[in-house]
């Protein structure tokens, strides 16, 4: 091989290398990107902070494996509460982040996710990826017979059985934007359905979490004092239930302890 013949083996040999290390860059970087599940449990843990999302649920919680199924909880008495969520697609479920399990696309140009708490809670997560996600959630809640969900003054809503014995409930409700800004949001409820609705400004900037989180009396602790009901007079006259309040012979240290669990 002459010295001309040389150059231009070489030349060929560089560049056939540099072709299988451009070749070979797509598949080594693709591993980089982060899968749908795993950017929504990002915005997800950026919103609801980490320090407090359990690594299993609490003994009788449960995350349902596709988003047509129901998240399962405790009540302060020991009965099953059922959480359907607003999905409107039959979507799987996949664990990302510390212990966020995704729903992505559930809804419409929303994803929903759901985390175990460190007490003992429950998280449901709705997140609105754009300005046609709806403005409102329907969470369907199963309750023990007779039992109804009760508004309270602090934007909460407390689950009370028929004979008024308070059983646990959501806290007060909140969503952010992608910024972090906090996010008009509010309960009202319909029948046994928990509805979260977010108002959304033109300052919003998406995507916008928003959830509803539900508590029992031993997500708190015995220490809580949460061992009686809401007024029971006050669910018959269909009034509603209001921290502070004393009724039928509730002890006001009652209704102090479940204001102090959803403050």
């Keep these: 091989m002459n010295h001309r013949q040389r150059i231009a083996s070489t030349v060929v040999a560089t560049i056939s290398a540099a072709t299988l290390t451009l070749g070979a860059a797509p598949a080594a970087f693709a591993g980089d990107i982060p899968s749908p599940a795993e950017q929504t449990a990002a915005l997800v843990e950026k919103a609801t902070g980490t320090t407090d999302i359990a690594l299993t649920p609490a003994p009788g919680t449960t995350i349902p494996q596709r988003s047509t199924g129901d998240a399962k909880a405790g009540t302060a008495t020991g009965d099953a509460v059922s959480i359907a969520l607003p999905g409107t697609k039959n979507v799987t479920g996949a664990k990302a982040g510390k212990n966020t399990t995704v729903y992505p696309g559930a809804a419409e140009a929303t994803d929903l996710a759901v985390q175990p708490t460190t007490d003992g809670g429950i998280r449901a997560l709705a997140v609105l990826k754009d300005v046609t996600a709806p403005r409102e959630q329907r969470y369907d809640v199963g309750l023990p017979a007779g039992a109804r969900l009760v508004e309270l003054d602090n934007g909460a809503v407390a689950a009370i059985a028929k004979n008024g014995t308070f059983l646990g409930g959501f806290t007060t409700p909140w969503a952010k934007d992608a910024n972090g800004k ?79 669990l959803f403050g």
Excluded: E, H, M
């Design 182 to 260: 906090p996010v008009p949001t509010s309960y009202r409820v319909d029948g046994n359905t928990l509805v979260q609705s977010v108002r959304i400004a033109d300052s919003t900037a998406f995507p916008v979490v928003a959830d509803p989180k539900w508590l029992n009396d031993a997500a708190k602790g015995t220490a809580a004092g949460l061992v009686g009901g809401c007024a029971a007079g006050a669910l018959a006259g269909g009034v509603g239930c209001l921290p502070g309040a004393v009724a039928s012979g509730v002890a006001g240290g009652v209704a102090g302890a479940i204001s102090g």
